[in-house]
């Protein structure tokens, strides 16, 4: 039966019914940076560090290390990298299971575009629910909101100003029944960080971190090609280092999706 499914899995994704859609934002020195306000420190990027380039260093070999943060591009949120969630999993410790189900897209690109400090709410969740069917169980609610078109420009993509960034997101209610009231794995947004631009002001503050990974729930962050998903039907799989007491890493991201076959 297992047999089965794998190999019409196969036949699919060679016949083209199934394509793999990539999510990942490409990682690089420009990726864009997360900017907390004063007096937060700020993660560095990406810097690569050369050990040999076909030379004296290594004359067949070119190779380098990197220095980057644990939060940079797209990126996978652990519960232990918030206090309300410190006690629970390390990047090492995330159940493989739990990095391969089923996601959801709800499309609020119409409303960011208009209004970059646009908030989900969870009327708005549960109006998809009814068009769609409830939340998957032990899958992904993905938040497209359009931001992926500013992924390769800092200024744009934080589209901040003197109040601050000014970014889509969920209002902390919302955050609240996510985390407390469904049985998602995580959520994925294409912004910079799970909440919202403006969730510093929120109480509580950062509440989709608060919540989420306090419940043991994961963020996935700056999400690319949101736009070639259903709104339900898709496989997400999320590979995160397995990096030993990690809170997060740079994760490459892909999806099953229906294909034009
Ligand atoms: C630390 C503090 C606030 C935020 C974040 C990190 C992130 O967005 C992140 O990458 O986890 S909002
Ligand atoms: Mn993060």
Redesign the pocket.
Known sequence: MAADTLSSLIGALTGGSVHIVDLTQPLSEQTPL?Q?PEPFANTPGLRRHEISNFDDRGPAWSWSWLEIGE?VGT?F?APN?WITGRDGEDLAAVPPHRLVGPAVVIDKSAEATKNPDYLLTVDEVKEFEAEHGPLPEGGWLLLRTGWDAYAADQAAFLNASETGPHTPGFDAECARWLAHETAITGVGVET????AGQ?YRFEPA?PM?NFLLGSGKY?L?QLANLAALPATGAVLIAAPLKLVGGT?SPTRVLALAPGTE
């Open positions: 997360l907390l939060h990126h949120d990298h910079v960080g799970t909440d969730a950062f971190h963020g962050t997060g």
